[in-house]
Antibody, heavy 124, light 106 residues
């Protein structure tokens, strides 16, 4: 079955850029017409959706983060990636990647499966 | 922005039915998904498109959605069901999560 694994630095300095990659295994990132999403969760708090990307490169971002977020996909490596610029302490969270069952860029979906998550701390 | 409201906590006795609500304006016109999250683990999808159960999720998990409220029901609740539960919907081209409900099995 499909599995997802996040990777990237666990510590980022304030004002710098957070970069994470999600590697998909057990299936092709290009098959099945799935989208791929990033979601984060500050310690002890709820979930916040960051955005989604399709293998064509089509993206949609959370309006609250859109000025700082970019996503891209590398089908040859079965990976998709997240970049979040100008980070502050409020961006400290566990970051999850997930397969997004939306049927179109602007169509609702649900998330299954999820990666195990990676903790990113923003601190000097 | 669109808000989904969940009770912070729900308690249930083993073997009883737990009901967790998720409220939002005209939520019944949107699809709702539910996730279970145990400490230190990733969220797990338990219900999607209001009522559908993914493969491997026990039949005791069920969902409904009408009017302004979606409900996750867990019948015959077991100790292993103790977890945080989050509802999720889509509004104005963005994903919204509820604040989460901690289910305690007493």
């Amino acid at each position: 079955q499909v599995q997802l694994q996040e990777s990237g630095p666990g510590l980022v300095k304030p004002s710098q850029t957070l970069s994470l990659t999600c590697t998909v295994s057990g299936g092709s990132i290009s098959s099945g017409s799935y989208y791929w999403s990033w979601i984060r969760q500050p310690a002890g708090k709820g979930l916040e959706w960051i955005g989604r990307i399709y293998t064509s490169g089509s993206t949609i971002y959370n309006p609250s983060l859109t000025t700082r977020v970019s996503m891209w996909v590398d089908p040859s490596k079965n990976q998709f990636s997240l970049r979040l610029s100008s980070v502050t302490a409020t961006d400290t969270a566990v970051y999850y990647c997930a397969r997004d069952h939306g049927s179109g860029t602007f169509q609702p979906g649900w998330f299954d499966p999820w990666g195990q998550g990676t903790l990113v701390t923003v601190s000097s | 922005s669109y808000d989904l409201t969940q009770p912070p906590s729900v308690s249930v006795s083993p073997g009883q039915t737990a009901s967790i609500t998720c409220s939002g304006d005209k939520l019944g016109t949107k699809y709702v998904a539910w996730y279970q999250q145990k400490p230190g683990q990733s969220p797990l999808l338990v219900i999607y498109q209001d009522t559908k159960r993914p493969s491997g999720i026990p039949e005791r998990f069920s969902g409904s959605n009408s009017g302004n409220t979606a409900t996750l029901a867990i019948s015959g609740t077991q100790a292993m069901d103790e977890a945080d539960y989050y509802c999720q919907a889509w509004d104005s081209n963005t994903v919204v999560f509820g604040g989460g409900t901690k289910l305690t099995v007493l």
